[in-house]
């Protein structure tokens, strides 16, 4: 009972704060000076991404998008740890087989949306998308192929290595913006070419690739790790 | 407009709280956690709203010159999309330390979990 009462007054605490802030809320009629900093035209023709965010996330929040990549590879790494195969001979548990319309459906699927992540991660400066969506499309097209065949082999080697590969080159590529440009991230270490073509925007495509590969690569690797936990129970 | 999802995402964060602090099941509890976070990111979202703007993308519709007055905040965007992400890597955590504690007790209810109760 008194448990209950705290949680009652916690949920109704949170319900005044809310309401004060939504209260207090009055919309926005103009962008404030950050955004308009973000927005203006010269620094638009700077960057020369045509999707906004894509230049926010990738350029000048570069750092936090490498932070986040760092979260993400954390994350792999414990559930890899935690999930560790066993090295006792592994007796499979018998997986019910998956109906033959989840089977051709996942044959015609698996590659389109293979593509569909590959084409999202490529326009990441031009249009809504980037490394991270593309990423995750790609390991949703893993999880289809999973969910066909339960006994899939996933080559966790190769995982490992394109994630290694494309961390590094990130990283490299932060360097290079040091070296060659403003500062870490720059993206203006190659040429801009014009706003809305797909060549465009410096290193921000490059950046999206590699993000995508790694987010790729780690979201499939926790999946992986998934599966055989799964298979050895 | 932006208050409809303002206050939807408020509501949302309340309900994900209500479901982490009430419910027995562990993975009822993750699922409170996701909702708790899809809550914030909506809130987010609403904050970037300016009233009559449109995707802070360039294309035909917004041209370079105009695109202080059209497009919205595009901060918060990306903010957002790094919750999601973080978002992400803290529901697999927690399932897999589900998965572990299962493992051991073959139960996911809370209460059995008492070790270093006293």
Known sequence: MVRNSFRLIILVGLLVIFSTLVWSFNGNNELNSLAQFYTQQENIEAVNAANLVSAVVVTYRGFDTLGEVTILFLTASIIGFFLKKKLSDTQRKEVRESSDILVTASKILVPVMILFGVYVIINGHLTPGGGFQGGAIIASAMVLALLANPHMKFNHQLFNVLESISGVSFVLMGIAGIVYAGGFLDNRILPGGEVGTLISAGAIPLIYIFIGLKVGSELSNIVGNLQVTQNEQ | ?118
């Open chain 2, 1 to 118: 407009m932006e208050y409809i999802s303002m206050i939807t995402g408020f509501l949302l964060v309340l309900l994900g709280l209500w479901g982490v602090l009430t419910q027995k099941n562990i993975i009822k509890i993750i699922i409170g956690f996701s909702i708790f976070d899809t809550g914030l990111h909506i809130v987010l979202v609403s904050i970037a709203y300016l009233r009559g703007g449109t995707a802070p993308v360039i294309d035909k519709a917004v041209k370079v010159t105009e695109a202080i007055e059209k497009v919205v905040d595009p901060v918060p965007h990306a903010l957002v999309l790094t919750a999601i992400v973080i978002g992400l890597g803290v529901t697999a955590l927690m399932l897999v330390y589900a998965l572990k504690l299962y493992q051991n007790k073959k139960t996911l209810e809370v209460q059995s979990f008492n070790d270093l109760k006293w």
